[in-house]
């Protein structure tokens, strides 16, 4: 099992820095997520051969590791050119995974919830460009649910990875997504989603959040009311409603071993003392 941190807290950094910084707190692995300069979001990639010479060399002198790449594209937009354009950018940032020696990229389903049946005709169209490929490099692809993708909640999105039938493509476990997740459950059953995802839990993403259902849906007041707006957050361990009893507990009976990426994103005023805290948590539940 890899524990790794999304660095995007760090993101004011230089990339070279970002990955002294998390040396210097004491992660082995670095989920590498959108950056400006390197591979923003939705947009072509930046990263050219001096830039991802300089994130080896960075790597190399801290003894770090890419565990993961997460680059976020639009490819199951059900608009077409945005489709292509995405598949585009996907084929320049699996060229970069390779000369970075990465052998894992995951990312979210994307498209639209409200018209879902075109966003997953476009998800499929984008997986018979992109699966070849990824094959070929020899990279697994790991998939979560988003809020606001055309497939938000987690057996449905599950059972959409089961279908691309791959034993390299798998199923990633966002646990700040929870309650958006467990869909109109009001409350939230960690332990039943997580094992419906049984052999196909490759990967879980480990922050915490408010369950935005609970007190009859008035956790929190959205104006207009009935606006679709999507709401949660990444906060440390015990700053939420997760139940982190039964998030590890299902991690230790179902022998994962897989990437379990630190992913706090609400604190960048005290981002160390964040991903200090939440290192030494996880490590500390992962390991008994």
Not at 72 to 92: F, H, N, T
Not at 100 to 111: A, C, H, R
Not at 114 to 139: C, D, H, K, N, T
Not at 196 to 214: C, E, M, P, R, W
């Amino acid at each position: 099992m890899k524990i790794a941190i999304d660095p995007y807290m760090f993101r004011g950094l230089p990339i070279t820095e970002m990955v002294r910084t998390v040396a210097d707190l004491g992660y082995e692995y670095i989920e590498l997520s959108p950056r400006a300069e390197f591979m923003p979001f939705f947009q072509h990639p930046r990263a050219d051969d001096a830039r991802v010479a300089e994130l080896r060399g960075a790597l190399r002198e801290t003894g770090v590791k890419l565990s993961s790449i997460l680059p976020l594209y639009a490819w199951s937009s059900p608009i077409e050119q945005e489709r292509r354009d995405a598949v585009r950018y996907w084929k320049r940032m699996i060229e970069v995974a390779v000369e970075l020696d990465v052998n894992l990229m995951n990312s979210e389903f994307n498209g639209r919830p409200e018209r879902a049946a075109e966003s997953e005709g476009a998800f499929w169209r984008s997986m018979e460009e992109l699966l070849p490929i990824l094959e070929r490099e020899g990279i697994a692809l790991n998939l979560e649910a988003h809020p606001d993708d055309f497939c938000e909640v987690n057996e449905p999105a599950v059972d959409l990875v089961r279908a691309i039938n791959r034993p390299w493509v798998n199923y990633l476990y966002c646990a700040p997504h929870t309650f958006h997740l467990s869909g109109e459950d009001p409350g939230a059953d960690v332990r039943r989603m997580m094992e419906y995802a049984g052999d196909k839990l490759q990967h879980v993403h480990i922050a915490d959040s408010f369950n935005h259902k609970g007190s009859s849906g008035l956790r929190y007041i959205l104006n207009p009311p009935g606006t679709p707006a999507r709401i949660h957050q990444h906060l440390d361990i015990g700053q939420g409603e997760v139940d982190w009893d039964e998030f590890f507990g299902a991690l230790r009976d179902l022998d994962f071993d897989g990437v379990a990426t630190v992913c706090v994103f609400a604190w960048e005023e005290r981002a160390r003392e964040s991903s200090e805290f939440m290192l030494k948590r996880v490590t500390q539940e992962l390991a008994s």
